[in-house]
T-cell receptor, first 115, second 116 residues
Framework: ETGVTQSPTHLIKTRGQQVTLRCSSQ?????VSWYQQALGQGPQFIFQYYREEENGRGNFPPRFSGLQFPNYSSELNVNALELDDSALYLC??????????????FGQGTRLTVV | AQSVTQLDSQVPVFEEAPVELRCNYS??????LFWYVQYPNQGLQLLLKYLSGSTLVESINGFEAEFNKSQTSFHLRKPSVHISDTAEYFC??????????????FGQGTELSVKP
């Protein structure tokens, strides 16, 4: 059983650029959630994808967008990067059930630095 | 909406001493509760969770947490800590019910520092 993998591990971008982060979900999981963790803060929920559709969104502007593919992997895209976008971006996979919740398994994260 | 407050940003403790990391939550609906641990430059690992049943839940490495509905708390405890427990600990909640899995609301984190 493979875990959640994210790529790249580190990334440096210039303000105004666009970035794409990738996540492969754990085997058997159909849901991917993305989080932003600023330095010294707890993770903040960006959005979730389930069956290739957005399934809930946190308080993030539209320049944060995503995709989920038929194999349940996912991308996070951020346009018009700002300095405050510098953070650790975490991907979590889980399996939606008809009742109750299952735990979310996190990847190692992508450290994005905007200069 | 839900919110989580971790009452201590940093907790220094000596090895083999007991420790309690405090977590309070606020929610107008029923929630599930979690504790995650984050080691430096790594992602989050689930430590333990409360879904239903017994209000005292335990992890395999000696941590335990007790759900107190009346006080809306989910404090994490360990009777004797090790150097290897040094990490950031996050309390999190999610709404009960289908289709909510993975939508976690996190606290700000508590940095546990275990000294020899």
């Amino acid at each position: 059983e493979t875990g959640v993998t994210q790529s790249p591990t580190h990334l440096i971008k210039t303000r105004g650029q666009q970035v794409t982060l990738r996540c492969s979900s754990q085997s058997g999981h159909n849901t991917v959630s993305w989080y932003q963790q600023a330095l010294g803060q707890g993770p903040q929920f960006i959005f979730q994808y389930y069956r290739e559709e957005e399934n809930g969104r946190g308080n993030f502007p539209p320049r944060f967008s995503g995709l989920q593919f038929p194999n349940y992997s996912s991308e996070l895209n951020v346009n018009a990067l700002e300095l405050d976008d510098s953070a650790l971006y975490l991907c979590a996979s889980s399996s939606q059930a008809s009742r109750g919740n299952t735990e979310a398994f996190f990847g190692q994260g992508t450290r994005l630095t905007v200069v | 909406a839900q919110s989580v407050t971790q009452l201590d940003s940093q907790v220094p403790v000596f090895e083999e001493a007991p420790v309690e990391l405090r977590c309070n939550y606020s929610s107008s609906v029923s929630v599930y509760l979690f504790w995650y641990v984050q080691y430096p430059n790594q992602g989050l690992q689930l430590l333990l969770k409360y879904l239903s049943g017994s209000t005292l839940v335990e992890s395999i490495n000696g941590f335990e947490a007790e759900f107190n509905k009346s006080q809306t708390s989910f404090h994490l405890r360990k009777p004797s800590v090790h150097i290897s427990d040094t990490a950031e600990y996050f309390c999190a909640v999610t709404r009960r019910g289908g289709n909510q899995g993975g939508k976690l609301i996190f606290g700000q984190g508590t940095e546990l520092s275990v000294k020899p």
